[in-house]
């Protein structure tokens, strides 16, 4: 079964400060990707990577930026907290383009609080 | 802007009821539609999904009806169950996964 895992279930953190959200994958799935959850507007794509090293805008990508070193893992940093980002963040993967032989797989997401 | 609309954002059925879930999308390019269901504290999970040359699938209790032409689609629970109660997301892709708001499924025994 493939594993994506979220360092944080809950998280805090200041206006202005830089956070960091971690996430890993034990699949060997090329594909990952970051959404945030907000109610009322469903998941919305926030940065995807390909590959290692590659990154793709997705539908709302102002305030963040992401980091993939190695296929495992996928890092999601907002550069300075803003109120209007305490959201459900949500990381996922796949094998290779989503697709019928290749699912999302989701982790259970990081609840983060800008206070 | 959301480039897929479902409706309605929470419903209440009893046990053995219906349940129906419905999303309508504009663009002509999407490919793939699928469901993912999830429940408190997890993460969403893939539950069934349709291309647009299908008018139907079905698994289970859970079937997809397909309208290609209204670009319309929706998922049926049958014979619902309180396992069922759960968050449902209706997507369609277009090189990438384009998600709906989310319905809310409440199954009362």
């Known amino acids: 079964d493939v594993k994506v895992t979220q360092s944080s279930r809950y998280l805090v953190k200041r206006t202005g400060e830089k956070v960091f959200l971690e996430c890993v994958q034990d699949?060997?799935?090329?594909?990952m990707f970051w959404y945030r959850q907000d109610p009322g507007l469903g998941l919305r794509l926030i940065y995807f990577?390909?590959?290692?090293?590659?990154?793709e805008k997705g539908d709302i990508p102002e305030g963040y930026s992401v980091s993939r070193e190695k296929k495992e893992r996928f890092s999601l940093i907002l550069e300075s907290a803003s109120t209007n980002q305490t959201s459900m963040y949500l990381c996922?993967?796949?094998?290779?383009?989503?697709?019928?032989?290749?699912?999302?797989?989701f982790g259970n997401g990081t609840r983060l609080t800008v206070t | 802007q959301q480039q897929v609309k479902q409706s309605p954002q929470s419903l209440i059925v009893q046990k053995g009821g219906i349940s129906i879930i419905n999303c309508a999308y504009e663009?002509?390019?999407?490919?793939?539609f699928p469901w993912y269901q999830q429940f408190p504290g997890k993460g969403p999970a893939l539950l069934i999904a349709?291309?647009?040359?299908?008018s139907e699938k079905k698994e289970g209790r859970f079937t997809i009806s397909f309208n290609k032409s209204a670009k319309q689609f929706s998922l049926h629970i049958m014979d619902s169950q309180p396992g069922d109660s759960a968050t449902y997301f209706c997507?369609?892709?277009?090189?990438?996964?384009?998600f709906g708001a989310g319905t809310t499924v409440t199954v009362r025994a």
């Open positions: 996922a993967s796949s094998l290779t383009q989503t697709g019928p032989n290749s699912p999302l797989h």
């Open positions: 699949m060997d799935h090329e594909n």
């Open positions: 990577s390909y590959d290692v090293k590659m990154k």
């Open positions: 663009n002509t390019a999407f490919d793939y």
């Open positions: 349709i291309r647009p040359d299908v």
């Open positions: 997507a369609a892709r277009n090189y990438k996964l384009s």
